[in-house]
């Protein structure tokens, strides 16, 4: 690490954040091409972020991330935010420029940038895209997915009043008009001609429930994508694999959308590569 006078220093907000592998990932770029600066962990309480915010940013840092359960509540003390940002509702990328912050939310980025990098002839336009979930995530795949050309999304949550708010809320931003609700557990006309499938919920992750949906209806030309990383093949992707699809872990999201970040605040664009993919495993 390197570290003077003229270090740019950023870091993550979050309660908690000791589960935070933003550190780990961002340090590893700062050393890898010798920058100096800095960036470290900074557990904030929800009643504290606001003032927090102001805080390093009158404090000279460059920028920050913000992960749970600051993201809705960062897109309100940003005094501009991008388009991404709004449409998804949330930030995760803050910039302190000229007394100003300035929010962007690069899930959708690093969500569709994981599916090329991880299979390269995967179209967005080739047939429906079924997102499993109604959080902020499905939000965010949501939106990148219709930028990306989708031409049906196939939203299928376990509660589908929630499915449907998720929706609606999209359509009134004038995006979705692509989107089409799904039966939780009616997979065979669910997964009927999809061209994508997607696990945004944390079900299948470390500790949690099992997904446990029938893959019999998806098409073996179907790509299948889960963004839980913990473990880094889940149970879904393991049985896609196994029947044939093509299949993307999580943990490339987790480091593609780390990128816009970094590159503004340090002016490096990092690589994403397997030396990152096996230091990041390490934690």
Not at 18 to 31: A, G, I, K, V
Not at 86 to 95: D, E, K, M
Not at 132 to 151: F, I, K, N, S
Request: charged share 20%; hydrophobic share 40%.
């Amino acid at each position: 690490m390197i570290l003077s006078g003229k270090s740019r220093i950023a870091g993550v907000l979050g309660w908690p954040v000791s589960h935070s592998r933003s550190p780990r990932l961002q340090n590893h770029w700062l050393e890898r091409y010798e920058i100096d600066g800095a960036y470290i962990p900074l557990p904030v309480r929800p009643e504290s972020f606001a003032s927090a915010v102001t805080t390093l940013a009158s404090l000279g840092f460059c920028g920050a991330n913000v992960t749970v359960p600051h993201k809705e509540a960062a897109l309100r003390v940003c005094d501009e935010v991008t388009s991404s940002a709004r449409r998804i509702g949330a930030v995760n990328t803050l910039f302190f420029e000229e007394g100003r912050i300035l929010g962007d939310n690069t899930d959708a980025y690093g969500f569709i940038q994981n599916l090329f990098e991880g299979c390269s002839q995967w179209q967005a336009t080739a047939g429906p895209a079924v997102v499993l979930g109604a959080g902020g995530a499905a939000r965010a795949l949501c939106v990148a997915l219709l930028d990306a050309g989708a031409p049906e999304i196939r939203l299928v949550n376990r509660t589908k009043e929630r499915a449907d708010r998720l929706a609606d809320s999209l359509r009134q931003n004038g995006d979705g008009a692509q989107l089409e609700i799904g039966v939780w557990g009616d997979w065979d006309k669910v997964c009927a001609d999809a061209n994508l499938l997607v696990n945004a919920t944390s079900l299948g992750m470390t500790g949690q429930p099992a997904l446990g949906i029938d893959l019999s209806a998806l098409p073996t030309t179907a790509l299948v994508n889960d963004i839980v990383y913990t473990p880094l093949e889940t149970e879904l992707l393991a049985t896609a694999r196994q029947r044939g699809n093509r299949v993307v872990d999580g943990l490339g999201m987790l480091l593609h959308q780390a990128v816009p970040g970094f590159s503004r605040w340090f002016g490096q664009t990092p690589d994403v590569d397997e030396d990152l993919r096996r230091f990041v495993l390490e934690a």
